[in-house]
């Protein structure tokens, strides 16, 4: 058996079944390439035109190979688990009611912008995939995994409540051209089912234990693949309602605004003298952030055997605190001494970026501004004669003598222009101010062919 047919066999019943929906249809669209602008989600449509298959094409429909792809993987990555928690059936249920519950969503918040704010780029924006819907599984498994945080693309750790969240924010930044509101959509109705909103619209999980155990199901039981309904799936006991849930969210909001407040504060204003009165430097005799009156004390301290971490004022019980490490207490001479062994230390030049014969300041800006109105001179005079054209004065000098009209002359000039050519003239007359201009040296000879050779 191959890795492929291992994957498939080991992937739950009502994901695969997706998925293999997914793939047909794009199969149908590689093959007879429809305008997919007539299966996308349009608000505007759906609303005004009544044009009710977009909510379900328009999840089952993708742009490209790499969309439905990178759809397909995280519809497996993230159904086969989450159905292994919630069953065949309501992993099932979960998925229909996530293609029409999303792109409801989607449609609502684009008519509420647009008759409450006037903006209707979202009224008449198009957008397709399976992505509004794997934000509502990813909702639901994050929520129900026992882990308690998870990684972002391995960069940074964030709560597992908050990780959809958090998925939707970084997915914007490197991909901006993705529909922000589809994935908000998918996270908003997973939310409202997780937290009992929507469980008015979904079987208990006792009622679809009895109906799976029925004969009518005897041959979906026996599909491989098929997982049976868990006796507690997403309806736990301990499950909070949406009122705490808001509050624990704008609670963490409340908390992480702060944290970056007081993060921007630490950057432009220091940590101050109080939050660093405790922390000495011995050998340099100063603390970090404090007066020269404790510096001087810091020294005393030195000089008297003091173990580089001066305890005054109201942390002198401050047990925690155990001095810095042996490394600090090296001179500096020892420590550069071991920097200079390193492998790849370059020593520094004689003459670096500071030489004699470095220009100032005002120099250097007086050249850049030249430079700058030169440009725009030229920027200027080019866009001149793009509209305007050279002009008689600049183009009497020259002839067409095979086509007998001059570039930019009169109907006379260009008589001349002909007479000139039958009594055997060069092609280039020389006429009015421009008699001694000896630097024309006529035109190419290619431009001297007749009009039939050319």
């Given at each position: 058996m191959s890795r492929l047919q291992e994957t498939l066999a080991s992937t739950p019943l009502s994901t695969r079944t997706i998925m293999a929906i997914c793939i047909l249809t794009y199969i149908y669209q590689f093959l007879s390439d429809p305008p997919l602008h007539n299966f996308t989600m349009c608000p505007r449509n759906v609303l005004y035109l009544n044009e009710y298959y977009r909510f379900v094409t328009s999840a089952l429909f993708h742009g490209s190979l790499m969309h439905i792809g990178m759809n397909m993987m995280s519809t497996l990555a993230i159904g086969s688990m989450l159905e292994k928690q919630l069953g065949s059936i309501?992993?099932?249920?979960?998925?229909?009611w996530g293609i029409l519950l999303t792109s409801t969503v989607y449609?609502?918040?684009?008519?509420?912008?647009?008759?409450?704010?006037?903006?209707?780029?979202?009224?008449?924006?198009?957008?397709?995939?399976?992505?509004?819907?794997?934000?509502?599984?990813?909702?639901?498994?994050?929520?129900?995994?026992?882990?308690?945080?998870?990684?972002?693309?391995?960069?940074?750790?964030?709560?597992?409540?908050?990780?959809?969240?958090?998925?939707?924010?970084?997915?914007?930044?490197?991909?901006?051209?993705?529909?922000?509101?589809?994935?908000l959509a998918g996270i908003l109705v997973g939310t409202l089912q997780y937290y009992g909103v929507l469980d008015v619209l979904f079987p208990s999980e006792t009622y679809l234990q009895e109906f799976e155990m029925s004969d009518r199901l005897e041959?979906?039981?026996?599909?491989?693949?098929?997982?049976?309904?868990?006796?507690?799936?997403?309806?736990?006991?301990?499950?909070?309602?949406?009122?705490?849930?808001?509050?624990?969210?704008?609670?963490?909001?409340?908390?992480?605004?702060?944290?970056?407040?007081?993060?921007?504060?630490?950057?432009?204003?220091?940590?101050?003298?109080?939050?660093?009165?405790?922390?000495?430097?011995?050998e340099l005799g100063a603390a970090w952030g404090s007066s020269h009156d404790d510096a001087a004390v810091a020294a005393n301290t030195t000089a008297t055997g003091g173990a580089g971490a001066m305890i005054r004022g109201n942390v002198e019980d401050d047990e925690e605190w155990v001095?810095?490490?042996?490394?600090?207490?090296?001179?500096?001479?020892?420590m550069l001494e071991g920097l200079r062994r390193q492998p790849g230390y370059v020593m520094v030049p004689e003459m670096g970026f500071r030489r004699e014969n470095r220009p100032d300041i005002r120099t250097a800006m007086l050249t850049g501004f030249g430079c700058i109105a030169v440009f725009m001179k030229n920027v200027c005079e080019t866009i001149k004669v793009c509209i305007f054209g050279r002009g008689v004065d600049a183009n009497a000098n020259i002839q067409l003598s095979e086509l007998g009209a001059a570039w930019g002359s009169s109907h006379d000039d260009a008589a001349v222009a002909a007479?000139?050519?039958?009594?055997?003239?060069?092609?280039?007359?020389?006429?009015?101010?421009?008699?001694?201009?000896?630097?024309?040296?006529?035109?190419?000879?290619?431009?001297?062919?007749?009009?039939?050779?050319?």
């Open positions: 309501m992993m099932g249920i979960t998925i229909l449609v609502f918040i684009s008519w509420v912008l647009h008759l409450v704010f006037g903006y209707e780029k979202m009224m008449l924006q198009h957008s397709l995939g399976f992505s509004g819907v794997i934000f509502q599984l990813s909702v639901l498994e994050s929520n129900m995994s026992p882990n308690r945080a998870r990684s972002v693309f391995g960069v940074f750790q964030v709560s597992s409540r908050m990780y959809p969240w958090a998925l939707l924010v970084v997915l914007q930044f490197i991909m901006p051209q993705i529909s922000f509101l589809g994935h041959g979906l039981r026996r599909q491989p693949g098929y997982v049976m309904v868990p006796e507690m799936g997403f309806r736990r006991e301990n499950r909070p309602d949406i009122r705490t849930a808001m509050l624990t969210g704008f609670g963490c909001i409340a908390v992480f605004m702060k944290n970056v407040c007081e993060t921007i504060k630490v950057c432009i204003f220091g940590r101050g003298v109080d939050a660093n009165a405790n922390i000495q430097l011995s001095g810095l490490p042996a490394a600090i207490h090296r001179s500096t001479e020892e007479n000139t050519t039958a009594t055997g003239g060069a092609g280039a007359m020389i006429r009015g101010n421009v008699e001694d201009d000896e630097e024309w040296v006529g035109l190419p000879a290619a431009i001297h062919r007749s009009t039939e050779e050319m």
